[in-house]
């Protein structure tokens, strides 16, 4: 089967189905399609613009949704660098970082382990810390 828009001499545009070209061709022919508004058998395919391109032209128009997946990598990457330039103190983070803090010790990033209680005494004190985007296992478990 074979759609096309047809319109008749009065200029109605409508939609006929054939089994082919050649089957519109004949029953054209044959003047056996009429225009369903006024009946006219004079008809010619009609020209429209094809609609593929207006289509295509609203797919470009959306762009993608930000990837979460890719937030979330830069994410990861930005804790990995900042853990490069960080010594790792593991269960000593708490007397660390309140010996820098106190000025007891130069100042330099650490992270490692606290337990809840810690991390409200530090908070409490004022200790600047802040918890890790993500999980890490201590160096000393990581194959
Ligand atoms: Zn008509």
Known sequence: MIVFDLRCARA????????????????????????????????EKAVTAPNVGAKSNRGRAEAPPASQAEALRKLVALQAELLRRSRWVGGDFAAEARAMHEGERPERAIHGQASAAEVSELVEEGVPIAPLLFPVAPPDQVN
């Open 12 to 43: 109605h545009v409508f939609e006929a189905w054939f089994a082919s070209t050649s089957a519109y061709e004949e029953q054209r022919a044959r003047r056996l399609v009429a225009c369903p508004t006024c009946g006219e058998t004079g008809v």
